[in-house]
């Protein structure tokens, strides 16, 4: 089935550590995306890439980095730097980056500080 | 001023009714909106897309914008119990040019339909 997988479902992070989420993409998009959603606040613009190689910050890009070495994957690391990390993370895929084209989630992943 | 604004709700109807959730933007540029579904713990799921101003419909949803009010909205026409959810208007926003698809999000809109 084509889809957006992400994983783990659920992770819990210990005070300065880092975790990475994983994303894996089989619907041959070109653009992906990170949100972070918080009760209240709907989903806020962590990072995006347009095309492999290549990604820009989005509005809360500060204690987290990404790579996009392939096309079809879009890892998200939170870092120690990240203050305040526990959030539902969502991965999402558009076919391309242009205004228009529709963005389509992952399940998401929740991330818990122990 | 938020750039995507919602009432957070909770909207409530009862079954059968017609649910009316409203979304105003800020960006007079912006050219794309969507309307999300989200149940409770669950990631978004599209319901409708529009671009022109006027109405679109798609089975029991049918979307309106209005880009001169910058106002857009969702209707659901006989709603039942399984349309109890969160309602997300997410609109573009222009970056880099106007090059860039970047959605904001508003905060959703409580739908709870009383059987």
């Known amino acids: 089935d084509g889809g957006i997988t992400q994983s783990p479902k659920y992770l819990f992070r210990k005070e300065g550590q880092n975790v990475t989420l994983s994303c894996e993409q089989n619907?041959?998009?070109?653009?992906m995306y990170w949100y972070r959603q918080d009760p209240g606040q709907g989903l806020r613009l962590i990072y995006y890439?347009?095309?492999?190689?290549?990604?820009q910050k989005g509005d809360i890009a500060e204690g987290y980095s990404v790579s996009r070495e392939k096309k079809e994957s879009f890892p998200l690391t939170v870092t120690s730097a990240q203050k305040n990390p526990t959030a539902f993370y969502l991965c999402?895929?558009?076919?391309?980056?242009?205004?228009?084209?529709?963005?389509?989630f992952g399940e998401g992943s929740w991330l818990t500080v122990v | 001023q938020k750039e995507v604004e919602q009432n957070s709700g909770p909207l409530s109807v009862p079954e059968g009714a017609i649910a009316s959730l409203n979304c105003t933007y800020s960006?007079?540029?912006?050219?794309?909106f969507f309307w999300y579904r989200q149940y409770s713990g669950k990631s978004p799921e599209l319901i409708m897309s529009?671009?022109?101003?006027g109405d679109k419909e798609d089975g029991r949803f049918t979307a309106q914008l209005n880009k001169a009010s910058q106002y857009v909205s969702l209707l659901i026409r006989d709603s039942q119990p399984s349309d109890s959810a969160t309602y997300l208007c997410?609109?573009?926003?222009?970056?880099?040019?106007?090059?860039?698809?970047?959605?904001?999000f508003g905060t959703g809109t409580l739908l709870a339909v009383q059987p």
């Open positions: 960006d007079r540029g912006s050219q794309s």
């Open positions: 999402a895929s558009s076919i391309g980056a242009g205004i228009g084209n529709t963005i389509y």
């Open positions: 619907l041959n998009h070109d653009a």
């Open positions: 997410a609109v573009n926003r222009r970056d880099y040019g106007g090059a860039t698809n970047k959605l904001i």
């Open positions: 890439s347009q095309i492999v190689n290549d990604f």
């Open positions: 529009i671009y022109s101003n």
